[in-house]
């Protein structure tokens, strides 16, 4: 039968070629599904998706020179300003003035005290005339001298009634749907996902986990001294009024290693309270990603960078250029900011 050919060989033949063909284009059909808009689908096309895509591959092919056992994958986000907005101030201070008018009927010397007074009334001008010493009154009556449970309930109702001044939605819906996505996509491809923020533990506990997909133990942030005590017979977590920790700039790297004690291979931010945490990250051997979320959209969310009081971005955005970490303008790289504001 060798070299016999006739017109059912021949189909014969064909099929089993056109098979095979099949076959390899079904073995390359992950590397082009990671190409496409499947994969990531509010990113735009462009340097900075491609990047992450083709990191992500390298360290998770078992053939890649560069692949990274599960267990190593840790990637650590910041959240103002990275996961969720931050303007026209951080959230977690909206919440300690929305509190502090909450609670004033109970203090009525507030209305003769400042910053208090200031608080109560709206007044910016003298707020800021008070200063940090000034905010950081108010955070301390909005969050400590309470037990664990009860500041934990007090962030739940706020974050159920308040509205965002300019969009009028609940803050916890103005998380960035490509950053939600991208937490998605490493944790499908074995990664472990952690935030790593400024902003306060307990503040994010509360409702973090249902926007990310980040479980508790996952979050690390600022924290106040905490104690275990026994109140009217029942052991509680009092939240004393004295901050234990500050996880910001080079508080960060340390957070992480008493916290991970794995260095992360992946970091996000996007100021330069996040600059050390991203040197730390890339400093390690092996494959590895820095990335700053670059706030360039003033119609969609905001544009601000070197100048602002808020989320500066000047050292770490320098330093991204300088050692070609991978900077996500929002307004050319993302199609969609937040899920209610659809592309």
């Known amino acids: 039968m060798t070299g016999l050919r006739t017109p059912w060989t021949r189909r014969c033949a064909a099929w089993i070629g056109a098979a095979a063909l099949a076959l390899l284009a079904a073995c390359a059909a992950p590397q082009k599904a990671e190409q496409s808009q499947a994969v990531l689908p509010s990113w735009n096309e462009g340097a900075a998706r491609t990047a992450i895509v083709e990191f992500v591959r390298a360290v998770t092919q078992p053939d890649s020179p560069d692949f990274v056992p599960a267990e190593e994958r840790i990637a650590v986000f910041d959240n ?7 303007q026209p101030m951080y959230f977690q201070v909206l919440f300690a003035l929305d509190r502090v008018k909450e609670m004033a009927p109970s203090h009525p010397e507030w209305a003769r005290r400042q910053p208090y007074k200031a608080a109560v009334e709206g007044d910016r001008a003298a707020l800021a005339a008070t200063g940090e010493a000034g905010l950081l009154k108010i955070v301390g009556v909005t969050h400590t001298n309470m037990t664990v449970d009860d500041f934990a309930q007090s962030v739940t ?29 490493l944790r499908e491809r074995g990664f472990k996902t952690y935030i790593v923020s400024g902003g306060e533990t307990e503040f994010m506990r509360p409702w973090a986990p249902r926007a990310y997909g980040i479980p508790p133990e996952q979050i690390i942030g600022s924290a106040f001294a905490t104690t275990f005590e026994l109140r009217d ?4 977590l009092w939240r004393q009024g004295k901050l234990e920790f500050n996880d910001d700039g080079p508080g960060k790297p340390v957070a992480i290693q008493r916290y991970i004690g794995r260095r992360p291979i992946l970091a996000f931010g996007n100021s330069d309270g996040d600059l050390q945490m991203l040197q730390w990250t890339v400093a390690g051997e092996g494959k590895r990603f820095a990335g700053l979320v670059h706030h360039t959209d003033a119609e969609r969310e905001w544009a601000y960078d070197r100048d602002s009081s808020v989320g500066r971005l000047d050292r770490a955005l320098d330093e991204a250029a300088r050692r070609g970490w991978t900077v996500v303008d929002m307004k050319q790289d993302w199609n969609q900011v937040y ?5």
């Open 80 to 86: 103002d300003g990275t996961l969720w907005s931050e």
């Open 157 to 185: 109702q706020w974050m159920a009634g308040a509205r965002h001044p300019r969009f009028g939605q609940p803050y916890d819906r103005l998380t960035f749907v490509p950053m939600r996505e991208l937490l998605d996509y």
């Open 339 to 343: 899920d209610f504001a659809k592309p």
């Open 233 to 236: 017979g029942k052991p509680v």
